[in-house]
Structures are given as C-alpha cells and as structure tokens.
C-alpha cells in the first residue's frame, strides 16, 4: 500500500532502535537483546536495500512474503524460519503500536508449523490471536472472550476461572486470587498448593470489567458467593463441562470467521447446533489446548521457566514432560538467553 497519512513517517532502524530501548527498560536478558537485534538487522537490510519505501507506513502485506523469500531459502531449517518469523511478528507489533504501521501487517507474519514439536491438541499464538481478535471485534466482552481471554493470558486451567467469584478479583490493581475451597464446590487442582495470587495485563482488566458491567449474568450460588463466570440458563455456578463446551464452541473454525475446513454446512453440522454438539467438530479444541499453547508460547517467547511454573500451577518438571511442545533446539536457545553474557556467544 502506499504511505498513510495518518501513521507516522518512522524508518526501520529508528524503530529497532526504539524496540530495543523498550525491551531494555522493560529489563528483557542481554542475551535477548542481542538476538533480537540480530534478527530484525536483517529485516532492516531488505527494507533499505530491496525496496524504494521511506518509512514503515508504505509495507504491505505482499511485502511480508517478499522479505521471507529474500531472507530464506531450503537450507534454513523450519525452526529457525519460525524464530525469526515470531520476532519479526512482535516487532511488527510494537510498530503498530507506536502507529509506525498498518496494524493490519502483523498478523500476516505466518510462522511455519513446526511438525516435531506441535502437537495436535494444542492452540497455536497465531489461531490464539486470530480467535481472540475475532472476539473482541465481534463479541466483545461475551462470556466466551472473557474466558478464553482469561485462559490464554493466564494460562489457567477452566476449573481455576470457574472457582473465581467477582470479588477475587482487583481489576483497579490488576490481579486475580485463587483460593481451594471444595466445601464450597470450588476446588482447585492441586489443592492449597495452587492457592495463588497471579497479576492480571490491562486489557485482561478492562475486558474482564466490561464482561462484568454489560454481560454476565447477575447469579449468586448456592453458597452466597457471586461466580465471576455465569451462562443463561444455569442458576448459581455453572458446571466446569459448561465452560469446557464454550471452548469447544468457540474454537471451531467456523466460530471465529476461518470457514469449515471440512467442507461441512454449519447449517447442517452435528458440531454446530448446540453447546454440547461443538467438540464433535475435528477442529475443535479443548480448554487444555489452550493452557498447553499459552504455556509454549511463553517459552518460546523467553519467559523464565520459574515464572510459568508459578503462574500456571505446574512443575517444571511436568511443563517437560505434558506441556512443553518446543524443539530440543529452541529449549537450548531459551536456556542460552538466561544465561550471563560471558557464558554465550557473541
């Protein structure tokens, strides 16, 4: 497209440098720092040396697929495509953010599969994104884009945001608290030891605020408490298989504008008439998918393992073992970015 006239006139490298100070202040590892600016360097050479644009206002999404030709080729390995491709994604992003770019242009950033560390029932960032885009634009702060909202950024399981009431929550402050009360009907996985206090971003806040305001329906369960999630038609707390069957409604593809990828008629579909029906669409994913993409994604995005551990409820030695779908490689490249600069390489 051409420039916009509306978005600031920044170049490339202004942006990197801006990027990097961001990571920096946000006290990102050294070790990140320098690969990240590695990377995205060779996205500033293809933009100064194959195209004729002065600003980042004028990419389009053609030019997204032009630089991955030129970056390239058969002897990179699917791993290191899907690296670079996922940090170009986020630099994209914060350009958006400082309406340097089309925020249309990030998410044409299409990182490979990766065949030996995907599994079949995990959600991946990119359908994450696309489904949670597709909600807020759509339906906005509904039952469903609060609770898988809530379940991708929090990397929760479904039982933890059903044991929340409203007043677990501190959405001035931003954090959610977790608390095992089975006498109560509210258990929690692990018991007193998944008693937790975990911090909430600001659009998890605002949405979860909104969704309380315009949306939930006002029920109080048969213990006087207020449960932060309620469905139409179930009085008090809903059961945990009601949300599990909201997640599995709103994961088909056809839910969140993909289309059938089975050439099925929603009109038609066993998968599409009810609540119940939605996980008998093959496409379909389960609540755990998405606990299980989130937690991926924070590795791979660098998160210290400690961090999602606590944050998630789960050792990390099961993180391992059932959560964990990256590559023996990018598990070494995330341990090497928190390691001390004089233990990794230039």
């Known amino acids: 497209m051409s420039a916009n006239d509306e978005l600031e006139q920044v170049e490339p490298q202004e942006a990197l440098d801006l990027y990097i100070a961001d990571k920096e202040r946000d006290g990102a590892a050294s070790a990140t720092i320098r690969s990240h600016r590695s990377r995205l360097g060779h996205f500033v050479t293809w933009f100064n040396e194959e195209t004729d644009y002065d600003s980042l206002a004028e990419l389009s999404g053609l030019d997204v697929r032009k630089f991955k030709l030129w970056r390239f080729d058969d002897d990179n390995s699917i791993h290191t495509v899907a ?17 340097a770019l089309d925020p249309e242009i ?27 885009d597709y909600l807020d634009r759509y339906h906005y702060a509904s039952v469903e884009h609060a609770l898988v909202h809530l379940l991708w950024h929090a990397m929760i399981r479904v039982g933890a945001a059903r044991s929340l009431d409203v007043d677990d929550l501190d959405l001035e402050e931003g954090y959610a608290e977790f608390s095992h009360d089975p006498s109560e009907d ?6 007193e030891g998944s008693e937790r206090t975990i911090h909430l971003r600001p659009q998890t806040c605002q949405i979860l605020a909104d969704y309380i305001e315009q949306n939930r329906v006002d029920a109080t369960d048969e213990h006087g408490r207020e449960p932060l999630f309620t469905v139409e038609g179930c009085e008090g707390r809903p059961h945990v298989n009601t ?19 089975h050439d099925r008629d929603p009109a038609d579909c066993e998968a599409a ?41 789960v050792s990390p ?30």
């Open 83 to 99: 690296t670079h491709l996922d940090t170009l994604r986020v630099f994209l992003r914060f350009c958006a953010g400082i309406d």
């Open 106 to 132: 990030p998410p044409k950033v299409k990182s490979p599969n990766r065949p030996n560390g995907q599994r079949s029932n995990e959600i991946t960032s990119d359908r994450a994104e696309a489904m949670l």
């Open 186 to 191: 509210t258990p929690l996985k692990n018991d």
């Open 243 to 261: 949300l599990r069957n909201r997640v599995y409604a709103i994961t088909r593809p056809c839910a969140h504008g993909q289309g059938c990828p």
């Open 273 to 313: 008439q009810t609540m119940n029906d939605a996980s008998k669409c093959p496409s379909s994913e389960s609540s755990h998918a998405i606990r299980r993409g989130s937690i991926s994604w924070a590795l791979r995005n660098e998160t210290p393992k400690p961090v999602v551990s606590d944050r998630a409820d």
């Open 317 to 346: 030695e099961i993180i391992d073992r059932n959560y964990s779908t990256l590559t023996d490689r990018e598990q070494a490249d995330v341990r090497s970015s928190q390691l001390p600069d004089d233990l990794t390489d230039e």
